[in-house]
C-alpha cells in the first residue's frame, strides 16, 4: 500500500504492511525525531526560566505543541504536515532565541540541521525542496548579520552561554551525525535489497534459460540463433494421463505432475543435460547444446533410463502404475529464443521432429530411438530391433527399443528381432 496525505486515518502507530519501504525511512525518522524534539524543549523549558528568559518559557512551551501536533501528522502519514511544522518551529525558535540570547548562545547552528532535513521530504517535492532550503539559508545569514550589529535582549552570564552554546554544537553535530548514519544504513539496506532481488531475478532468468543464452540475452538483446551438427533430444510422455486428470482432484493432478518433473529436473541437472521445456504430461530434454559434447546420445540414454526408474516407483495411483513413452533422436539442431516477451529457448529441425515421433509412435513403458541415435549407441548399449514402423510426416522408419547399458567386455552383437506395429 503506498501511503499519501490523508491515505492513514489512524491516530495509533501504523503496522509495517501499511507503510511501503519508499516511505518508512521517513516515517521512523520523523517519529523518533519529533519525540526527541518534545523531551528536549520540556527540558528547556525549566533552563530558561531558572535563566530568567521568561519569553523562551513560553515559546518553549509552543514548541512541545507543535512537535506533539508534528508526531501526530506524522503518524497519519502526513509528511510533508510534519516536515513544514518543524520547519516553522526551528526558524522561528532559533530566530528567537537568538534575539534574546544573542549568538553565542549557539541557538542559530540547529538551523543547518534543518537545512538538511528538508531534503527528508518525499520525492518529487524538488521546488519546495528548494524553497526551504533557500529560506534556511536566508535566516542563517539574516541572523548572523543581525547579531553582528545589534546587542541580545537578555544579558545571562557569560559561563550560561558558553554552556549554551557547547550543549547546541554537540547536540547538532549529534543530529547531523544521526541523519547521516540513517541514510548510511537506508542506502546500504537498499543496496541489499537491490541484490537479492538481482540474484533472485538472475535464478529466475537461469531457471528459464540456459545460463550461456541468458547471459547473452543480457548483455546484447537479440534474436539467438544457434546450429549445432550433433546433439540428442528427449520427449516423454506420461501414458494415460488424461484419463487420469479426470479422475484426481486439480490440486492432486498438479501436485503428481510436479513431484514426478520435479525428480525428471534433478536427473536432469545431475547428467549435465539441459531441459527444454514441459508442455502438459510431457517433458523434453536435450544434450549437445547449447555446449557441445560429444556423449551427448549416452547422456540421454542414461537420463531416459533413470526417467523410467523414477515412474516404476509411481504405483499409488487411481489407475495404477504410471508408465511413460521416451522418444530419442538424434543430429543437427537449430536452436535459439524468438519474441520480445515470455522467452524461451527451443530447437528445430528434423532430429528434433524424428525425436518427437519416436515419443508419439512409441510403446507405453518402452524407451524407443531413431536409427541415427542408435548407430552412435550401439557399440555401449543393448537394444532390441523393433522394425519398420509408418511415422505420421516421415513415413517408413526404422526404430529400435533402449533395454540399457551393455556390461563391460560383452561381446558386440546385431540386434535381435522385435517388431511390434503400430
Not at 479422475?247 to 525428480?263: A, D, G, T, Y
Not at 533422436?329 to 530447437?347: N, Q, T, W
Not at 513403458?365 to 550401439?378: D, M, P
Request: aromatic fraction near 10%; include cysteine; charged fraction near 20%.
Amino acid at each position: 500500500m503506498k501511503l499519501h496525505t490523508g491515505h492513514i486515518r489512524r491516530l495509533l502507530t501504523p503496522s509495517s504492511r501499511e507503510i511501503n519501504q519508499v516511505h518508512f525511512r521517513t516515517y521512523m525518522l520523523f517519529k523518533f525525531g519529533t519525540v526527541a524534539a518534545v523531551i528536549i524543549h520540556l527540558l528547556l523549558i525549566p533552563l530558561f526560566w531558572i535563566v530568567g528568559v521568561f519569553p523562551m518559557v513560553v515559546v518553549n512551551m509552543g514548541s512541545v505543541a507543535i512537535y506533539a501536533a508534528a508526531y501526530l501528522c506524522n503518524q497519519r502519514g502526513l509528511h510533508v504536515t510534519t516536515i513544514l511544522l518543524a520547519f516553522v518551529e526551528l526558524l522561528l525558535h532559533q530566530t528567537l532565541c537568538v534575539y534574546y540570547l544573542g549568538w553565542e548562545s549557539g541557538f542559530q547552528y540547529y538551523i543547518i540541521t534543518l537545512a538538511i532535513l528538508v531534503f527528508f521530504l518525499p520525492s518529487g517535492r524538488n521546488v519546495l525542496k528548494l524553497a526551504l532550503f533557500a529560506t534556511t539559508l536566508a535566516t542563517f545569514l539574516g541572523l548572523l548579520t543581525y547579531s553582528q550589529q545589534t546587542a541580545p535582549l537578555y544579558i545571562v552570564a557569560p559561563s550560561v552561554l558558553s554552556a549554551f552554546r557547547n550543549v547546541n554544537i554537540v547536540i547538532v553535530f549529534c543530529l547531523l551525525g544521526l541523519l547521516a548514519q540513517s541514510y548510511t544504513n537506508a542506502a546500504e539496506a537498499a543496496e541489499s535489497r537491490i541484490e537479492e532481488e538481482r540474484e533472485r531475478a538472475e535464478t529466475l532468468l537461469q531457471n528459464i534459460l540456459p545460463v550461456p543464452i541468458a547471459a547473452r540475452l543480457k548483455s546484447k538483446p537479440q534474436v539467438i540463433a544457434d546450429g549445432f551438427d550433433s546433439a540428442s533430444i528427449l520427449f516423454s510422455d506420461i501414458v494415460g494421463f488424461t484419463p487420469l486428470s479426470e479422475r484426481m482432484p486439480p490440486e492432486q493432478v498438479v501436485q503428481l505432475l510436479n513431484e514426478i518433473f520435479s525428480e525428471f529436473d534433478d536427473l536432469v541437472a545431475d547428467c549435465g543435460l539441459e531441459k527444454i521445456k514441459t508442455i502438459g504430461d510431457a517433458y523434453m530434454v536435450a544434450a549437445g547444446i547449447p555446449k557441445h559434447r560429444e556423449d551427448h546420445a549416452e547422456a540421454v540414454a542414461e537420463l531416459a533410463l533413470k526417467m523410467m526408474d523414477v515412474l516404476k516407483k509411481r504405483v499409488d495411483t487411481p489407475t495404477g502404475p504410471l508408465r511413460m513413452r521416451i522418444g530419442i533422436g538424434s543430429g543437427p539442431v537449430v536452436a535459439g529464443v524468438i519474441g520480445k516477451r515470455k522467452f524461451i529457448y527451443d530447437l528445430w529441425g528434423d532430429s528434433v521432429n524424428t525425436a518427437a515421433r519416436m515419443e508419439s509412435h512409441g510403446l507405453p513403458g518402452e524407451i524407443q530411438v531413431s536409427k541415427a541415435t542408435y548407430e552412435i549407441l550401439k557399440d555401449k548399449y543393448a537394444f532390441k530391433e523393433r522394425g519398420t514402423i509408418l511415422v505420421k510426416g516421415k513415413g517408413p522408419m526404422q526404430t529400435f527399443l533402449l533395454r540399457g547399458k551393455k556390461p563391460v567386455g560383452e561381446a558386440i552383437a546385431p540386434p535381435s528381432g522385435f517388431d511390434t506395429p503400430t
